[in-house]
């Protein structure tokens, strides 16, 4: 049975893996990249770029290395409006909020 914290820390992955595919496809949009493009790439499947985007998957170090080095980007880019709040005297926790694109929408 799955505690609160395991609960917890299901909807933070959630949300990073949906925060980090926002990033992955708008940094690839920018690059005027296809999904196939950037699998060949990045030597990784063209749905596995897909699962990324939609947020369905996390990636690993190496496969976020890839995706940036495909990209001609920096992984702080796909990074971009996720951060670890450190805890103090509780449980640490990541914090996902607007990132780079978001502000650029927000002032068009």
Known sequence: MATR???LRRSE???????????????????GLSQEAVSFRAELHRT???LLERGERLP???TMLR??????ASPMDLLDGMSWEA????????KVGQ????????TS
């Not at 992955?13 to 690059?31: S, V, Y």
């Not at 990132?99 to 927000?106: P, Q, V």
């Open 13 to 31: 992955r959630d949300e990073l893996a949906l925060r980090f595919g926002k990033n992955l496809r708008a940094t690839r949009k920018r690059a």
């Open 87 to 94: 805890p103090i005297q509780s449980e640490g926790r990541f």
């Open 5 to 7: 914290s395991d609960q």
């Open 60 to 62: 690993r170090v190496d």
């Open 48 to 50: 596995e770029i897909s």
């Open 99 to 106: 990132g780079k694109d978001d502000e650029r929408k927000a």
């Open 67 to 72: 995706l940036a080095s495909a990209l001609s």
